[in-house]
């Protein structure tokens, strides 16, 4: 059984800030930026592609309440959600989750987007990839 599992069936420890009848969100144990959080649903699936709708847009109301709950208590209304979709993004933990990450002026948690000049025929190539 895997990590997030045993803690939904209360096998492990966690620190649960928010539950509904589908899903729970605990802080992380390796906080990011103070009051990282996890959402995640207590049915097993192994990565977003892999959720039903449903359950999705049910995540996607819970991003937003518990962003609700972590800025009432902690005083900003800064966040990165963060979704890791399958283990060459970074994900390591096999059962879906999206991060809550609140974000503080001067904190230390880096988004590693590079930006890059745009180049335009490469786009437009890559759109016809991608659309055609
Ligand atoms: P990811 O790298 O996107 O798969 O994220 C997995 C996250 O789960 C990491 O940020 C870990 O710190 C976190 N994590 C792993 N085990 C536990 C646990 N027992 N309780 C809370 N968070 C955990």
Redesign the pocket.
């Known amino acids: 059984m895997c990590?997030?599992c045993k803690?939904i069936n209360g096998e492990?420890p966690?620190f649960k800030i928010y539950e509904t009848e589908d899903l729970v969100a605990?802080?992380?144990?390796?906080q990011?930026t103070k009051g990282?959080t996890?959402i995640v649903p207590k049915k097993h699936f192994e990565n977003l592609l892999a959720l039903d709708e449903e359950t999705l847009k049910k995540i996607s109301v819970a991003q937003k309440e518990v962003a609700n709950i972590l800025s009432k208590k902690l005083g900003t209304s800064a966040f990165n959600f963060?979704?890791?979709c399958g283990s060459v993004a970074?994900?390591?933990?096999?059962h879906v989750?999206f991060?809550v990450i609140p974000r503080y002026e001067n904190d230390d948690f880096k988004m590693h987007i590079v930006e890059h000049e745009p180049n335009f025929e490469e786009l437009a190539k890559l759109h016809k990839e991608i659309t055609e």
Not at 26 to 30: E, G, V
Not at 90 to 94: E, F, K, L, P, R
């Open positions: 990590v997030f803690i492990i966690s605990f802080l992380d144990i390796s990011a990282h996890l963060v979704n890791n970074g994900q390591s933990v096999m989750h991060h």
